[in-house]
């Protein structure tokens, strides 16, 4: 992993979030792209044609303006982590976010996407919570949330939710490389329902053979209710980081409305990796 793209808001969930991008960008000796991305006011009664092109110049004016304040605080930011060193890049774009997202990292080569994220309470989800949720769902780099919530700590215990489905050993492999970047351990955690397939121990097996020479342990736990089970395990456990991978159309889908990414999105302390299929 080489390059970083960090879009943010300038609010608290945002600076929470940069510290974790820039320690993600010194383990990876890699390059930061800081993403602001803004589009014109909603008003009760659009501009006359004339007037549109007036507005427009205001406000990018006005956005131009912002950026550059907020600039000087990221770098404070970077100075008090003493990772002045790592190298960013300063982007201003105007438009629909989550275009923007994916054009940025078209263009520039994106590894892996951080951003901050807000809790949601019940059906309500915030701005912040809404955008996250979007980039997972719209995006296919891996997506790193950092709820305002959590304070940076050194990532020594990291979950991988699982079905021991082959196609989740790609994620998984990818956690590992992670895992060894921190020097951390990782809890592979598998949630028993009632579509278990016949053959899960014996894939639960193979995956233990598998993995034996990696800093793995195996959790095979029962709850109706996967959401708070997992959000019971890693509060139990101390983790540090939660990893998911998204899935379509399976038993996850089947059991929300929305997929449990998305949910863990909302509702998660931990920072949240989201790695997708394929």
């Given at each position: ?21 820039l ?12 993403l602001?991305?803004y ?9 006359l044609p004339?007037?549109a092109?007036?507005?427009f110049d205001?406000?990018e004016?006005?956005?131009f303006?912002s ?10 930011i970077?100075a ?6 790592i190298?960013?890049s ?6 629909d976010l ?5 054009k ?7 590894d892996m996407?951080?951003?901050?994220t ?12 809404s ?11 891996p ?17 991988f939710t699982?079905?021991y ?13 992670l895992a ?14 009632d579509?278990?397939?016949i ?5 639960i ?7 034996r ?11 109706q ?7 019971d395990?890693i ?11 998204t ?6 889908e089947?059991?929300?409305?929305r997929?449990?990414t ?17």
């Open positions: 992993m080489k390059r970083i793209l960090f879009p943010t808001d300038f609010s608290e969930a945002a600076k929470t979030a940069y510290i974790y991008a320690k993600f960008a010194d383990s990876y000796d890699a390059e930061i792209f800081i602001h991305s589009d014109l006011p909603i008003v009760d009664t659009p501009p004339e007037t092109a007036e507005v205001i406000v004016a006005n956005q303006e950026f550059r304040e907020e600039i000087p605080l990221m770098e404070q970077a008090e982590q003493s990772l002045s060193h190298k960013t300063k982007l201003l774009q105007y438009g989550i275009y923007n997202i994916n940025v990292c078209d263009d520039e080569n994106i996407i951080i951003m901050g807000k809790g949601a309470t019940g059906l309500k989800e915030t701005f912040l919570g955008n996250a949720a979007s980039v997972i769902a719209h995006t296919e780099r997506v790193l949330c950092i709820p305002a919530e959590a304070e940076y700590q050194p990532i020594q215990n990291v979950v699982t079905q489905m082959d196609r989740d050993n790609d994620a998984l492999a990818q956690t590992i490389q060894k970047k921190f020097n951390a351990r990782i809890q592979c955690l598998y949630i028993k329902n579509d278990d397939p053959d899960i121990e014996e894939r097996n193979e995956w233990k053979i598998y993995y020479d990696e800093q793995i342990d195996f959790f095979n736990i029962d709850g209710h996967i959401e708070q089970t997992i959000l395990f509060e139990n456990q101390a983790v540090h980081l939660l990893v998911m991978r899935h379509k159309r399976n038993f996850f089947r059991l929300f409305h997929s449990l998305k949910k863990m999105a909302y509702h998660s302390k931990i920072p949240l990796l989201i790695f997708h299929e394929g």
